[in-house]
Nanobody, 117 residues
Framework: QAQLVESGGGLVQAGGSLRLSCVTSEIDFRSSAMGWYRQAPGNERELVASIRSDGTLKYVDSVKGRFTISRDDAKNTVYLQMNSLKPEDTAVYYC???????????WGQGTQVTVFS
């Protein structure tokens, strides 16, 4: 079980930007696929962006062109740059290692993103 620590959330006006960070104790980080999820009140947790060890990126349609996932293998950190934020992006954001497209570890505390119009 690796530790996952998300940070960078906050309160932002629609159209603004935030950069989320996730530091993990995963010892095999360099070869790990990582993902950012979000969960809004009353909704299921959804995978919004993923990055494989070879750099392959995937996004859910609702964030394409606005969010960018990246990684720094030297720092065991995955990032989510969020631009042109919308109120519907309001959620708690989590990261996790992905195995066959599914989250592997227990969830961290997440980081709250609130977008107001």
């Amino acid at each position: 079980q690796a530790q996952l620590v998300e940070s960078g959330g906050g309160l932002v006006q629609a159209g603004g930007s935030l950069r989320l960070s996730c530091v993990t104790s995963e010892i095999d980080f360099r070869s790990s696929a990582m993902g950012w999820y979000r969960q809004a009140p009353g909704n299921e947790r959804e995978l919004v962006a993923s990055i494989r060890s070879d750099g392959t990126l995937k996004y859910v349609d609702s964030v394409k062109g606005r969010f960018t996932i990246s990684r720094d293998d030297a720092k065991n950190t995955v990032y989510l740059q969020m631009n042109s934020l919308k109120p519907e992006d309001t959620a708690v954001y989590y990261c996790n290692r992905l195995i066959f497209g599914k989250a592997l570890y227990s969830w961290g505390q997440g980081t709250q993103v609130t977008v107001f119009s």
